[in-house]
């Protein structure tokens, strides 16, 4: 078992495009780090050049001690998991898991323990004898991460692993990653372009974007401290909500569009200095009252959208169209650990009704 660092790290492909800007990032032992970010941001390259795949144009990569940077990938003691898993579909499933030690000629015995051992942990131990073509894709993914598990490497890397599977069995497999990666207490690298499945299943996530490290951090700290609006709005579903405000200070107050909130005493001292400020609003923490007053931001309900357990609502703002969420009838405060936003007052929220925001 082993950290991995990366230390002033850059890729520039041939041709010259900058696909990995100075990335500074260190993997504990036993730690699963999650690297997203939109399409193209570098993530796959990351994962590439730590595995052996990709050269590493300047900077030092380390896997515990070793600088690893000039080593093949056979020599890094690394296991992979890729989005599209090719298993032999000639051989079964427990000759598929089994077949990186048959090629290091290891005895029969200690093979059979070590694939026994992996389809424990992936509870597949009742479909060893069966072929690929003979499997769901669930069961796929599982033998493709006991293929990995098998080999007992010092690092994981995982290239978008769940996402040909679909999106119940995503959220089943995100869980089971998880304990097992938690099981076997190995570093591990997670790319995903997912913010949800980083969320879930990251110790730490790092985001990317054109190549450049923009925070590296728990999913929690990422989700209420983001470094900026990017991060802020990449993180979590819906999106905040961004609305530009002008501060004005001979009224103590905040102009959004055509309207003004008063600014507390607290908050007034935190804007000191700023003349034009944007505010990011989370979904859930808009509170609702159902008459519009001038101590929040009046808005029009556009949409209701009806999920179940609460409604998303969508708000038009001045010609700005905002989310919150409110709470459907029957659902109560107590599972949603007063989360939810609430629609303050009585009775439903329909298309244009006039609505006062506070947050
Ligand atoms: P996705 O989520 O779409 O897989 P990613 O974040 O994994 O994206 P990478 O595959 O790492 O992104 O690519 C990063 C950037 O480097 C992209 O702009 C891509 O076009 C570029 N790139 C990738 N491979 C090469 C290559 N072999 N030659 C030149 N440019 C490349």
């Given at each position: 078992m082993a950290s991995i660092t990366l230390e002033q790290v850059n890729k520039v492909y041939?041709?010259?495009?900058?696909?990995?800007?100075?990335?500074?990032?260190?993997?504990?032992?036993?730690?699963?780090?999650?690297?997203?970010?939109?399409?193209?941001?570098?993530?796959?390259?990351t994962l590439r050049m730590v595995a052996g795949l990709e050269e590493v144009t300047s900077g030092t990569l380390r896997i515990g001690d070793r600088v690893v940077n000039g080593l093949e990938p056979k020599e890094r003691d690394i296991a992979m998991v890729f989005q599209n898993y090719a298993l032999y579909p000639h051989m079964s499933v427990a000759e598929n898991i089994g077949f990186a030690l048959r090629l290091q000629n290891l005895p029969k015995s200690t093979i059979a323990q070590r694939v026994h051992d992996a389809s424990?942990?992936?509870?597949?131990?009742?479909i060893l004898n069966k072929k690929p073509r003979q499997?769901?894709?669930?069961?796929?993914?599982?033998?493709?991460?006991?293929?990995?598990?098998?080999?007992?490497?010092?690092?994981?890397?995982?290239?978008?692993?769940?996402s040909n599977l679909d999106a119940k069995l995503r959220v089943k497999m995100r869980a089971e990653v998880k304990l097992i990666q938690e099981r076997l207490g190995v570093a591990t690298i997670y790319v995903t372009h997912d913010q949800m499945e980083a969320?879930?299943?990251?110790?730490?996530?790092?985001?990317?974007?054109?190549g450049e490290l923009l925070q590296c951090t728990t999913p929690h700290d990422l989700y209420f401290n983001p470094v900026?609006?990017?991060?802020?709005?990449?993180?979590?579903?819906?999106?905040?909500?961004?609305l530009e405000a002008v501060v004005d200070r001979t009224s103590a107050s905040l102009v959004v569009g055509s309207q003004k909130i008063a600014l507390s005493d607290e908050t007034a001292k935190r804007l000191a200095g700023a003349t034009h400020v944007t505010l990011g609003i989370r979904p859930e923490h808009f509170f609702l009252e159902d008459v519009p007053n001038s101590a929040g931001l009046v808005a029009e309900v556009k949409l209701v959208e009806e999920l179940g357990y609460e409604q998303m609502v969508h708000f038009d703002l001045d010609a700005k169209?905002?989310?919150?969420?409110?709470?459907?009838?029957?659902?109560?405060?107590?599972?949603?650990?007063?989360?939810?936003?609430?629609?303050?007052?009585?009775?439903?929220l329909k298309q244009r009704d006039r609505v006062t925001l506070h947050f």
């Amino acid at each position: 078992m082993a950290s991995i660092t990366l230390e002033q790290v850059n890729k520039v492909y041939p041709g010259g495009y900058h696909a990995i800007k100075d990335l500074n990032l260190e993997i504990a032992d036993g730690e699963l780090m999650v690297l997203v970010g939109p399409s193209g941001c570098g993530k796959t390259t990351t994962l590439r050049m730590v595995a052996g795949l990709e050269e590493v144009t300047s900077g030092t990569l380390r896997i515990g001690d070793r600088v690893v940077n000039g080593l093949e990938p056979k020599e890094r003691d690394i296991a992979m998991v890729f989005q599209n898993y090719a298993l032999y579909p000639h051989m079964s499933v427990a000759e598929n898991i089994g077949f990186a030690l048959r090629l290091q000629n290891l005895p029969k015995s200690t093979i059979a323990q070590r694939v026994h051992d992996a389809s424990e942990i992936l509870g597949i131990t009742d479909i060893l004898n069966k072929k690929p073509r003979q499997l769901s894709g669930g069961q796929r993914q599982r033998v493709a991460m006991g293929r990995a598990i098998v080999r007992e490497p010092s690092i994981f890397l995982m290239d978008e692993p769940l996402s040909n599977l679909d999106a119940k069995l995503r959220v089943k497999m995100r869980a089971e990653v998880k304990l097992i990666q938690e099981r076997l207490g190995v570093a591990t690298i997670y790319v995903t372009h997912d913010q949800m499945e980083a969320m879930t299943l990251g110790d730490r996530v790092a985001v990317l974007r054109n190549g450049e490290l923009l925070q590296c951090t728990t999913p929690h700290d990422l989700y209420f401290n983001p470094v900026d609006t990017f991060v802020a709005t990449f993180i979590g579903s819906p999106a905040m909500n961004l609305l530009e405000a002008v501060v004005d200070r001979t009224s103590a107050s905040l102009v959004v569009g055509s309207q003004k909130i008063a600014l507390s005493d607290e908050t007034a001292k935190r804007l000191a200095g700023a003349t034009h400020v944007t505010l990011g609003i989370r979904p859930e923490h808009f509170f609702l009252e159902d008459v519009p007053n001038s101590a929040g931001l009046v808005a029009e309900v556009k949409l209701v959208e009806e999920l179940g357990y609460e409604q998303m609502v969508h708000f038009d703002l001045d010609a700005k169209i905002v989310r919150g969420h409110g709470e459907s009838e029957d659902a109560t405060n107590d599972i949603y650990g007063g989360r939810t936003a609430r629609i303050a007052g009585s009775g439903e929220l329909k298309q244009r009704d006039r609505v006062t925001l506070h947050f």
